[in-house]
């Protein structure tokens, strides 16, 4: 037997349990015949029990872990020892022990035999909580949630010696929990007093454990715990079904994900995989972080080859490289090209024959496209004409195009670039085979160049974090999100345009206060915020809608298509105009022409004032308090 002591222990325990059950039930006062019955019962009940407790295994676990299935396995095992013992006693000595008896003895020897193996658990937990106390690094911790989340994380702290979170309690909004204890640890109020709490007992970590906890919730949690100066991790919400799998090294720090003003866009990749299963496909762009995340699906769901195009070389090479490490069997070629090229392009598409192209490629910075817009209509417009002429040619069933919403009454040569854009694909798709549909969405989180790196770069140098405006929205969508929509709406035959509806926009100056928050500063007092005002080209708040463009119903989750008016009627003439003056360098001939294609660019900042429901509600306004306000060129020096 691997454990001889234990087993010597619950012989003692047994003989023990059984002389108190006769000192209790006869008051110490044992009578002579059931002194003599003892001399019989007692081996044959440790005979009884030891057996039981053999076949049950309770000698086979780790009692540091002892929890209530062993618990229940202890009792069980206990009962089914009494029982028998009872039976085989009747069968060799007669009757005559006291019922009573046998029931004390049961509860006598399923406490003595329980605690010695849940004692280490508990005192292993005492130590442990002691040695984090002690150690410098330990963080003092509140728990948001007292549900079954809040108490599996908290059973994984208390049972890790190493655990650098010092748990002190839970916050919980059920009234029914207030004041009760969870694994040791009380529930010590609301979560309206989280602040209050965070201050009195110095607590610098905060773990949200409320599986499915609405952004708009979480976004007020950060906003009372602004002046805190305490860190948050939250349980990813891919976890919130997985219960058994929740502990504290699942946790991550709070992204600007978990802060969208809405759910998260959930697909079926059985659709995606039915669109693009077996075809050959081409990506512009993908060295980008739209036109990576497209091939990656695109990968993933089984295309048959897939051909990535990029001037980027060295993003390139890292896109494909992953890619043939993720799927080994798919054909990955990678083509350093110019989409201003149509005889490259040209030589690519007679070589590969793509079915389905998907054109990212792109001059997306608004500020610089400002400064070079005969750049920007070479490559967003004549770019795109060569990419789409190029998928007609070699026969493409569809081409999607990458758009965005600063082609909505643009101010930026970017977004007006754009807008010619799309007119271009409407123009090339009524006249040929190719089904070609443009899709349009604002921002994406974590993309190159995008607000939230910057704002985090900033924060890590200790500030300040610059803000355009106070009043500036955005609309933003995860990478991942995006695409995906992307393929549903440009592969699923909707229309020519596709807009995604990405939500309620979000004020960047509320963005860039949640996430110095969740870096454990107080804004504006740790790390400054500072108003730059709105660089060239910029909008205070973007449309995904034009006035003209009629919104039919969603078509599927998230995914709407607008009837577009239809291009000028005089575009090719335009765009020839336009070309020449890209071609000379002539920028204000460029802008000239790019106001006759698109009559809606001001080339200039957008001063109309923003429609009541496209602005957040005041009550996410920046407190001026804690902010300053310095001209553009001030806040870059």
């Known amino acids: 037997m691997r454990y001889p002591s234990m087993l010597a222990f619950d012989a003692l325990a047994t003989a023990c349990a059984f002389a108190a059950a006769l000192a209790i039930r006869f008051d110490s006062h044992v009578p002579g015949w059931v002194a003599a019955q003892t001399r019989v019962a007692v081996p044959l009940l440790i005979l009884v029990r030891l057996s039981v407790t053999a076949a049950t295994r309770l000698y086979r676990w780790s009692f540091r872990m002892s929890g209530l299935a062993e618990g229940v396995r202890v009792v069980s095992a206990t009962a089914a020892g009494t029982g028998l013992f009872v039976v085989a006693l009747h069968q060799v000595a007669p009757p005559g022990l006291p019922r009573s008896i046998y029931v004390l003895e049961f509860f006598l020897s399923a406490s003595l035999m329980g605690g010695v193996r849940?004692?280490?658990?508990?005192?292993?937990?005492?130590?442990?909580?002691?040695?984090?106390?002690?150690?410098?690094?330990?963080?003092?911790?509140?728990?948001?949630?007292?549900?079954?989340?809040?108490?599996?994380?908290?059973?994984?702290?208390?049972?890790?010696?190493?655990?650098?979170?010092?748990?002190?309690?839970?916050?919980?909004?059920?009234?029914?929990?207030?004041?009760?204890?969870?694994?040791?640890?009380?529930?010590?109020?609301?979560i309206a007093e989280l602040p209050r709490l965070i201050a009195e007992r110095g607590v610098s970590m905060v773990l949200l454990a409320i599986t499915h906890l609405p952004a708009a919730r979480l976004r007020e949690i950060l906003r009372m715990c602004e002046s805190s100066?305490?860190?948050?991790?939250?349980?990813?919400?891919?976890?919130?079904?997985?219960?058994?799998?929740?502990?504290?090294?699942?946790?991550?720090?709070?992204s600007p994900e978990d802060l969208l003003p809405r759910d998260a866009i959930a697909f079926d990749d059985r659709e995606i995989r039915k669109l693009v299963s077996g075809r050959r496909a081409m990506v512009t762009g993908a060295g980008g972080s739209i036109g990576g995340e497209i091939s990656r699906q695109l990968a993933m769901n089984g295309v048959s080859?897939?051909?990535?195009?990029?001037?980027?070389?060295?993003?390139?090479?890292?896109?494909?490289?992953?890619?043939?490490?993720?799927?080994?069997e798919l054909r990955v070629h990678a083509e350093v090209a110019d989409i201003r090229e149509?005889?490259?392009?040209?030589?690519?598409?007679?070589?590969?024959?793509?079915?389905?192209?998907?054109?990212?490629?792109?001059?997306?910075?608004?500020?610089?496209?400002?400064?070079?817009?005969?750049?920007?209509v070479k490559n967003n417009v004549f770019g795109t004409m060569n990419v789409a002429r190029m998928a007609i040619a070699c026969g493409a069933e569809r081409l999607v195009f990458i758009s965005t919403d600063k082609a909505v009454r643009p101010t930026s040569v970017m977004g007006a670039t754009k807008r010619i854009a799309e007119f271009v694909i409407r123009d090339l798709d009524r006249a040929s085979k190719t089904k070609m549909t443009a899709v349009r969405f604002?921002?994406?989180?974590?993309?190159?160049?995008?607000?939230?790196?910057?704002?985090?770069?900033?924060?890590?140098?200790g500030g300040p974090v610059t803000v355009t405006h106070p009043d500036c929205t955005r609309y933003f969508m995860t990478i991942p999100e995006a695409v995906g929509l992307v393929l549903?709406?440009?592969?699923?035959?909707?229309?020519?345009?596709?807009?995604l509806d990405m939500g309620e926009p979000i004020k960047i100056a509320q963005l860039a206060r949640n996430l110095i928050t969740m870096a454990g500063y107080v804004p504006g007092q740790d790390i400054p915020i500072v108003f730059s005002g709105l660089r060239p080209g910029e909008k205070l708040y973007e449309e995904l809608l034009t006035e003209e463009e009629e919104e039919t119903s969603e078509v599927r989750n998230r995914i709407l298509v607008a009837r577009s008016p239809?291009?000028?009627?005089?575009?090719?003439?335009r765009l020839k105009e336009l070309r020449a003056s890209a071609s000379t360098g002539d920028r204000d001939g460029v802008l000239d022409a790019i106001r006759r294609v698109v009559p809606t660019y001001t080339g200039g900042r957008s001063t109309r004032p923003a429609p009541?429901?496209?602005?957040?509600?005041?009550?996410?306004?920046?407190?001026?308090n804690v902010v300053e306000f310095r001209p553009a060129q001030q806040a870059r020096s």
């Open 305 to 328: 080859e897939l051909v990535l195009v990029d001037m980027n070389e060295n993003e390139l090479y890292l896109k494909t490289r992953r890619l043939q490490e993720d799927c080994p």
């Open 566 to 573: 239809a291009p000028p009627s005089d575009l090719p003439e």
């Open 612 to 624: 009541v429901s496209k602005i957040p509600s005041r009550n996410e306004d920046v407190d001026l």
């Open 118 to 190: 849940f004692i280490p658990r508990f005192a292993m937990a005492w130590l442990d909580e002691q040695y984090r106390r002690g150690s410098n690094g330990a963080l003092r911790t509140i728990i948001v949630g007292a549900g079954g989340a809040a108490d599996l994380l908290a059973r994984d702290i208390l049972r890790s010696r190493e655990s650098r979170y010092d748990l002190i309690g839970y916050v919980d909004d059920a009234k029914t929990k207030l004041g009760l204890s969870l694994n040791g640890k009380p529930v010590l109020g609301t």
């Open 442 to 461: 604002g921002n994406v989180l974590g993309s190159a160049g995008s607000v939230v790196p910057i704002f985090k770069q900033q924060i890590e140098r």
């Open 342 to 376: 149509p005889d490259r392009l040209g030589r690519l598409g007679e070589r590969y024959r793509p079915q389905l192209v998907f054109h990212a490629a792109a001059h997306k910075h608004v500020p610089l496209m400002e400064d070079a817009p005969e750049e920007a």
């Open 488 to 499: 549903l709406a440009g592969l699923g035959g909707y229309g020519d345009l596709c807009v």
């Open 229 to 254: 100066k305490a860190s948050f991790k939250i349980i990813p919400a891919s976890f919130a079904q997985m219960d058994e799998r929740i502990s504290a090294a699942i946790l991550h720090d709070l």
